[in-house]
């Protein structure tokens, strides 16, 4: 992660790596359920915090 993207999370903005997101859509997803279930809610705008708490 560069200095831009940790700026950009200190901004409140959602930062995930095409890394990341590539590997949520392979058929080998090595992600698990909470893993997928939080990358969800990322994508409809929740926050760090309030995908921690529920």
Do not use: R, W
Not at 21 to 48: I, R
Request: with cysteine.
């Amino acid at each position: 992660m560069t200095y831009n993207k940790v700026f950009e999370v200190n901004l409140g903005k959602v930062v995930i790596s095409t890394e990341c997101a590539l590997m949520a859509l392979d058929d080998n997803n090595p992600l698990s359920e909470k893993e997928m279930s939080a990358f969800k809610l990322t994508s409809q705008g929740m926050k760090t915090h309030d995908i921690a708490t529920a």
